[in-house]
């Protein structure tokens, strides 16, 4: 696996590199420290897209 991984912490909030919490307790892998920081951000807004949809489609 690549080094340039990073995740977002679940369990600390925070973003770590690939060495870190167990995968159960993260998101990701993103390619960068500033995608891991918004991956909360990224899934409220997925979140709010899909509650939104149009179930009749």
């Not at 920081?37 to 149009?54: H, V």
């Amino acid at each position: 696996m690549s080094t340039n991984q990073w995740w977002f912490c679940l369990k600390h909030q925070r973003v770590e590199p690939e060495q870190g919490c167990p995968n159960k307790d993260r998101m990701g892998p993103y390619a960068s420290e500033q995608e891991a920081a918004g991956a909360l951000q990224r899934a409220k807004e997925r979140n709010e897209a899909y509650d939104g949809r149009d179930d009749d489609e």
